[in-house]
RNA sequence: GGUACCUUGGCCGAGUGGCUAGGCACCGGUCUGCAAAACCGAUUACGGCGGUUCGAAUCCGCCAGGUACCUCCA
């Protein structure tokens, strides 16, 4: 029986079962990254989450289309009129084209994301490439009458569109309340009400990304582009919209309002965030500068690292978790996901070498179901995880001569594992990638019986100096009751 | 100040009314020349107080502590 998936909706805050606008396809945004700097374990949890949906609904036979934007145009760094694009500032400091920064860090992105097994997007859209339909947006809403122009500027009008719509729907806020809690307005003078927020600004002269618009030379605002380029390649509405929960407000809540005023209708049927990684209980991020990138990872230079930690450590780290809780990194927590990681795997392989018997005596028929039950709700992967460990125990017994299973039975749990772990968690073995040509593992062999046959003849000085230097090396060397099993470094 | 959320055993983390996920660590055992691995077993838990209920980690109230957003952030 075919589950039907539910997910967490932040509009109505309640999990809602999934059904397309359209049979059988699938229209998915997700926030892609600024690249204006070395990605960081904060930019792995959303592109790991949405990777897991993306996966996890062409399994059930969507075709999905999934555009995630590369934000290149760079977001205001304050509403004051000395406003200056975030990737001209680094430029300057670099002393590099903007477009080179861009260029630098978007491939830094693709590299980390192809390391975590994170598939590509179908659409990858820049920012920067969708001027032309950010400034047309900004004119569908200024002809709807909930946007004005002052100084060569276009800020949306709250006040008015929440007479008609209702701004805050999202993020659960009410505009008097926004109003009280925001003090300052000096230097805000272009805008009617604090509140407003640009969809086209208007560029500085020392401004260097500047485009030509009805109201000025200047850049769009920094919501437009999802509004633009979603609605661009997905339509006027589509299913779901995603990002790191930090988006809720005020970006997501100005893309409904943009859209709303626009278009005259709601775009996104299901909105849904990941929660933040923190470190040490506060959130990991750029302004409180606690961030480790992913490189940092995967080469263990940093001061709160104890060691290297690969890709899918870092990402077996992730969905362990439940994408709408808070993670607490810390080096020993990554130490657990490494070694309950490598065991899992390890499994994983044994299970590729049992022999099937003519019958059963685990019962591992109801696995399957388990494991889409919990990934339906809600994309629960720690409690598909914890199933697969169960089986794990299975496993290592058939494989002990504890138990039998046969060969119906081994088949399925060899599809099973191989569904869950390799197409829909998306993890790897990452050790027989490592382990080299022919030769070096014939060497390897041909060492490790050497040191058999010292054990056969009792000869344990031999045989502990084999192990003892090839351990020293790093490799790692596992008696078996009838030989041995080994792993490179 | 406003809004939302969180507090689970040594650590990380599931779980939303009864059936006490899982991982890592630790302890005991089996196996082994020794070790590793694997397996078996044991131990440790739901922030505090009160309420609802036959029964609450799970629902309600209060208190304490913490986090996020309200400014760029995944």
């Known amino acids: 029986m ?10 109505s805050r309640k999990k809602e079962e999934f059904v397309p606008i359209h049979e059988n396809k699938v229209g998915m945004d997700v926030c892609g990254p600024t690249v204006y700097g070395d990605p960081h374990l904060g930019h792995a949890r959303p592109a790991i989450t949405f990777d897991i949906l993306f996966r996890y609904l062409q399994h059930l036979g969507y075709k999905v289309r999934y555009v995630r934007n590369i934000t290149d145009v ?7 009129d000395s406003g200056e694009d975030k990737i001209v500032k680094k430029a300057r400091l670099d ?32 920012a920067s490439g969708h001027i032309m339909e950010q400034i047309e947006f900004t004119q569908k809403i200024l002809d709807a009458g909930f946007a004005y122009e002052s100084e060569g500027s276009v800020y949306f009008d709250v006040e008015k569109y929440n007479k008609k719509y209702h701004y805050g729907k999202l993020s659960g806020r009410n505009i008097e309340d926004m109003l009280e809690t925001t003090r300052e307005l000096d230097g805000q003078s272009e805008k009617h009400r604090s509140i407003d927020f640009a969809l086209w600004k208007k560029a500085s002269p020392e401004h260097i990304m500047h485009w030509k618009a009805p109201w000025s030379e200047g850049f769009p605002g920094w919501h437009m582009e999802c509004s633009a380029m979603g609605t661009k390649y997905l339509g006027e509405q589509f299913d779901i919209h995603g990002g790191g929960m930090d988006l809720m407000f005020p970006h997501h809540e100005c893309e409904i309002a943009q859209n709303r005023a626009g278009l005259g209708k709601d775009t996104v049927k299901y909105w849904m965030h990941n929660n933040m990684i923190t470190i040490g209980g506060q959130k990991m991020g750029k302004s409180l500068g606690n961030f480790i990138t992913l490189e940092e990872f995967f080469t263990g230079n940093h001061k709160l690292l104890t060691q290297p930690f690969s890709p899918m450590t870092v990402r077996f780290f992730i969905l362990q978790a439940h994408y709408r809780s808070t993670i607490d990194f810390s080096s020993t927590a990554l130490e657990a996901s490494e070694k309950g990681l490598s065991r899992l795997m390890e499994g994983y392989a044994r299970l590729q070498k049992i022999v099937a018997s003519s019958s059963s005596s685990v019962e591992t028929a109801g696995l ?16 598909v995880i914890s199933y697969l460990f169960d089986t794990l125990r299975a496993i290592n017994l058939i494989h002990d001569g504890k138990e039998i299973i046969s060969a119906t039975d081994l088949e399925e749990l060899q599809s099973v594992f191989k569904l869950f772990i390799e197409d829909i968690l998306g993890l790897q073995s990452e050790t027989e990638v490592s382990s080299g040509n022919d030769a070096y593992k014939k060497a390897i062999d041909l060492l490790l019986n050497m040191r058999l046959e010292a054990k056969q003849n009792k000869d344990w000085a031999t045989s502990d100096k084999i192990r003892n230097e090839l351990t020293a090396l790093g490799f790692e060397i596992k008696d078996t009751k009838d030989g041995f099993e080994w792993r490179a470094p």
């Not at 760079?74 to 004051?80: F, I, K, M, V, Y």
């Not at 399957?368 to 409690?383: F, Y």
């Open 74 to 80: 760079g977001h205001l760094e304050n509403d004051a």
């Open 2 to 11: 075919k589950h039907s998936l539910y997910i967490y909706n932040t509009l």
């Open 95 to 126: 002393e590099l084209e903007p477009m080179e920064v861009v260029q630098y860090y978007t491939n830094r992105y693709h590299k980390a994301m192809e390391a975590l097994n994170v598939l590509s997007p179908s659409i990858e859209p820049h």
């Open 368 to 383: 399957r179901a388990k494991c889409e039950e919990a990934m339906c709700d809600d994309l629960n992967t720690p409690i």
